[in-house]
């Protein structure tokens, strides 16, 4: 079992629809958490980090569950520039685990 | 400010060939990373340095070696390559190892075994 399960999609989206990914880790210890976002063919680049309290930066809030250890990104009024794959990591010191990735496309 | 640089972009090897992967952070970070990435498996850690001069192994780090040359540059060295490391490999600085610290990736390297 992978320790950051992600659902693969793809989801595909019309502009303006709310979509909502999800993510469970199995290391309890995971001490932090963080959503990436990865365009086709480029690096990963940091989204958001995901606090305990819940985090809202514009369109995006992200939720932690440490109870039942997982991890949500939710994105409001999608834009087509928001088509990318979407990675979630759990982190404690030693060790960065990341998702396979959520594909989201979001068409006209 | 070029972030984390790498060379080369693209890479194709034959079997039991080496070679080295080169990466650069301009940020002053104290902590780098290498990672490989392959399809439906997410990215996983090869090797990191916390700091200049230590190396640790991640998770998958059979088959490779690395070199902390100095703060600013991490080497990925693959001393025989094997179809099993057709990959793209991304290397990542961030301020120091510990948890809450995001990493910056540089733009990757296609590598090809053939």
């Known amino acids: 079992r992978k320790e950051v399960e992600q659902d693969p999609g793809p989801f595909n989206v019309p502009e303006g629809a709310t979509v909502a990914f999800n993510c469970t880790y199995s290391n309890s210890a995971s001490q932090s958490f963080f959503w990436y976002r990865q365009d086709c063919r480029k690096e990963p680049k940091l989204l958001m980090s995901v606090y305990s309290s819940g985090n809202e930066d514009g369109r995006f809030t992200a939720q932690l569950n440490r109870a039942s250890q997982y991890i949500s990104l939710l994105i409001r009024d999608s834009k087509l520039s928001d088509s990318a794959t979407y990675l979630c990591v759990a982190h404690n010191n030693n060790d960065m685990r990341f998702g396979a990735g959520t594909r989201l496309t979001v068409k006209p | 400010n070029a972030g984390v640089t790498q060379t080369p972009k693209f890479q194709v090897l034959k079997t039991g060939q080496s070679m080295t992967l080169q990466c650069a952070q301009d940020?002053?970070?104290?902590?780098m990373y290498w990672y490989r990435q392959d399809p439906g498996m997410g990215l996983r850690l090869i090797y990191y340095s916390a700091s200049e001069g230590t190396t640790d192994k991640g998770e998958v780090p059979n088959g490779y070696n690395v070199s902390r040359l100095n703060k600013r540059e991490f080497s990925l060295r693959l001393e025989s390559a094997a179809p099993s490391q057709t990959s793209v490999y991304f290397c990542?600085?961030?301020?120091?190892?510990?948890?809450?610290?995001?990493?910056?990736f540089g733009p990757g390297t296609r590598l090809t075994v053939t």
């Open positions: 990542a600085s961030s301020v120091t190892q510990g948890s809450g610290n995001e990493q910056y």
């Open positions: 940020m002053n970070h104290n902590s």
